[in-house]
T-cell receptor, first 111, second 114 residues
Framework: QKEVEQDPGPLSVPEGAIVSLNCTYS??????FMWYRQYSRKGPELLMY????GNKEDGRFTAQVDKSSKYISLFIRDSQPSDSATYLC???????????FGQGTELSVKP | NAGVTQTPKFRILKIGQSMTLQCTQD?????MYWYRQDPGMGLKLIYY???????DKGEVPNGYNVSRSTTEDFPLRLELAAPSQTSVYFC?????????????FGEGSRLTVL
């Protein structure tokens, strides 16, 4: 079993839809959980991070962690065409800054 | 601030050739990384460095070498290129000691080995 698994999609939704992106992980010791956004032909950029369980909201984006089921989610409300990108979950596994990435989900929001 | 700069952006190599991907950052970050990204596979760590003169292997180091002579530069060397090294390569940097692990990425170098 991979340490972090993510459905690669692609996922296509109409503008205004609520989008749910998900990852599962295997190591219960993980505490920080991150979402990176990667536009086409660009490098990933940090979108949000959460610590332990619970929700974190930033505008139209909500990151959610359920440690009991080892499940992390990113919700996008009122999705816009500008949200079209690949979304990668990532988990740091030591203080050296090394991250384990999910496979990434390619999202397309159609006008 | 340019952030993390990678060159070249695109390159085609023949099997057996060698080349160096350049990476430089102007944020005075001690930690630097090389990742490769293949379709549907996420990012895999090749090598990383916690400071000048210190490097270590990541998950997929075979066929690559790195050096870190300055804080700013972290070149990745490909020796005897193989088709399996066709990928997009990303250099990244980060501030040491951060628990959240925010990495700052360059725009990538697309390499094709034919």
């Amino acid at each position: 079993q991979k340490e972090v698994e993510q459905d690669p999609g692609p996922l296509s939704v109409p503008e205004g839809a609520i989008v749910s992106l998900n990852c599962t992980y295997s190591n219960s010791a993980f505490q920080y959980f991150m979402w990176y956004r990667q536009y086409s032909r660009k490098g990933p950029e940090l979108l949000m991070y959460t610590y332990s369980s619970g929700n974190k909201e930033d505008g139209r984006f909500t990151a959610q962690v359920d440690k009991s089921s080892k499940y992390i989610s990113l919700f996008i409300r009122d999705s816009q065409p500008s949200d079209s990108a690949t979304y990668l979950c990532a988990i740091p596994y030591n203080q050296g800054g090394k991250l384990i990435f999910g496979q990434g989900t390619e999202l397309s929001v159609k006008p | 601030n340019a952030g993390v700069t990678q060159t070249p952006k695109f390159r085609i190599l023949k099997i057996g050739q060698s080349m160096t991907l350049q990476c430089t950052q102007d944020m005075n970050h001690n930690y630097m990384y090389w990742y490769r990204q293949d379709p549907g596979m996420g990012l895999k760590l090749i090598y990383y460095s916690v400071g000048a003169g210190i490097t270590d292997k990541g998950e997929v180091p075979n066929g690559y070498n790195v050096s870190r002579s300055t804080t700013e530069d972290f070149p990745l060397r490909l020796e005897l290129a193989a088709p399996s090294q066709t990928s997009v390569y990303f250099c990244a940097s980060s501030v040491p000691g951060t628990k959240t692990g925010e990495l700052f990425f360059g725009e990538g170098s697309r390499l094709t080995v034919l």
